[in-house]
């Protein structure tokens, strides 16, 4: 579904993602690790088009984004993998003069130009699938965080994406509100929906992902399967990063 090749990212002199080679399959789980300032959100913005790339391509579903392309032919393949992928960001970004359903459905109505019953039809199931159809006529300063980004989360999702990509989804909820995001991803994943998640919770991570990819310092530093890498990491990097995270 992904396919990551030689990718490298640099702002000016700052090379953030140096030879980043990765290849998710369809239906996987892929959590990424890794400190602060170590290129995790970078990536998800290069895999959704938000980035020019400096080096190297990627590929989703079929469609390539090659370092080497035009400014045209970037634009294009940009604005068609914008299309198969959904991301869900730290700070939900929701319209806030927009309801819950007005959020969920606005691609629907401005990018697919689909008519406004069906549209709202397909915005209310998503609602209902984040238990959140209540709530369908409130704005978000009305709705607590944990409520914010399941709308967000839908409003992705009305996209129908090929592919999820989550940048901390919950990094900015209070505790307690963590879980009830954290369920509608793993539900997410036991439909087999193929997703990318910059996350901090480690428990998480172990429990919902098929594998776990670490990063340090703009590198993939280890990768494997999620029991394994938590139970005894191969690198020091990651000892240290995990003893940190305890
Ligand atoms: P992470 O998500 O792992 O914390 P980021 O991908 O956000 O890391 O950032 C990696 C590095 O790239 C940081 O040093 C950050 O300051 C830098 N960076 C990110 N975006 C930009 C940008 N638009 N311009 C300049 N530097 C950036
Ligand atoms: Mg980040």
């Not at 020019?52 to 068609?80: M, W």
């Not at 319209?95 to 359903?101: D, E, F, G, N």
């Not at 609602?127 to 159809?133: A, D, M, P, Q, Y």
């Amino acid at each position: 579904m992904i396919t990551i090749k030689g990718l490298a990212k640099s702002f000016g002199k700052l090379e953030v993602l140096k030879d980043i080679n990765i290849e998710i399959q369809a239906g996987e789980v892929v959590a990424i690790l890794g400190p602060s300032g170590s290129g995790k959100s970078t990536l998800l913005r290069c895999i959704n088009g938000l980035e020019e790339l400096t080096k190297g391509s990627i590929e989703v579903n079929g469609i390539v984004i090659d370092a080497s392309h035009s400014k045209k032919e970037r634009v294009k393949k940009v604005r068609e993998v914008r299309v198969h992928t959904g991301m869900v960001f730290q700070q939900f970004n929701l319209y806030p003069h927009k309801t819950a359903l007005e959020n969920v459905i606005e691609a629907l109505l401005t990018v697919k130009k689909m008519d406004k019953t069906q549209a709202v039809k397909i915005g209310e199931d998503l609602l209902k699938r984040v238990g959140l159809f209540e709530k369908r006529d409130e704005y978000p300063s009305r709705l607590s965080g944990g409520q914010q980004q399941r709308v967000a989360i839908s409003r992705a999702l009305a996209m129908d994406p090929d592919v999820m990509l989550f940048d901390e989804p919950t990094s900015s909820l209070d505790p307690e509100l963590v879980d009830e995001v954290l369920n509608v991803i793993q539900e997410l994943a036991k439909e087999g929906m193929t997703m990318v998640i910059v996350t901090h919770e480690m428990n998480f991570a172990r429990d919902v992902a098929g594998r776990v990819i670490f990063m340090a310092d703009g590198v993939v530093v280890e990768e494997g399967n999620p029991k394994e890498f938590f139970a005894g990491p191969k690198t020091e990097r990651a000892r240290k990063f995990l003893k940190m995270e305890e």
